[in-house]
């Protein structure tokens, strides 16, 4: 069974920074894409981030391009989120997320975390 468990989020002011960290439980971390998706209050979720299997290829979300960074670490079957220059636009809680594939794509993730809240205040 894949588990992935989010933490760093938390408070901080429009201008500031936080990583986020997701932990992957899975035998097949190092051969599936993973990424972020984030829902703010009263929105759908929306994709933010991505990264392939080997981290050769990633995908960002018009609206964090330039501010945030997606990496993985295969060894430590751990993905993060470096995530700068924050608005108050950026809150929301904050998803890590798994494919079933090597490589990002437009289908649902098949695998969710439990989610971490961002708060960014002006």
């Known amino acids: 069974q894949v588990q992935l468990v989010e933490s760093g989020g938390g408070s901080v002011q429009a201008g500031g920074s936080l990583r986020l960290s997701c932990a992957v439980s899975?035998?097949?971390?190092?051969?599936?894409?993973m990424g972020w998706f984030r829902q703010a209050p009263g929105k759908e979720r929306e994709f933010v981030a991505g990264?392939?299997?080997?981290?050769?290829?990633?995908a960002y979300a018009d609206s964090v391009k330039g501010r945030f960074t997606i990496s993985r670490d295969n060894a430590k079957n751990t993905v993060y989120l470096q995530m700068n220059s924050l608005k108050p636009e950026d809150t929301a809680v904050y998803y890590c997320?798994?494919?079933?594939?090597?490589?990002?794509?437009?289908?649902?993730?098949?695998?969710w975390g439990q989610g971490t809240q961002v708060t960014v205040s002006s």
């Open positions: 997320v798994g494919w079933t594939i090597p490589e990002v794509i437009t289908t649902p993730p098949r695998y």
């Open positions: 899975a035998r097949s971390f190092s051969t599936i894409a």
């Open positions: 990264i392939s299997w080997s981290g050769g290829n990633t």
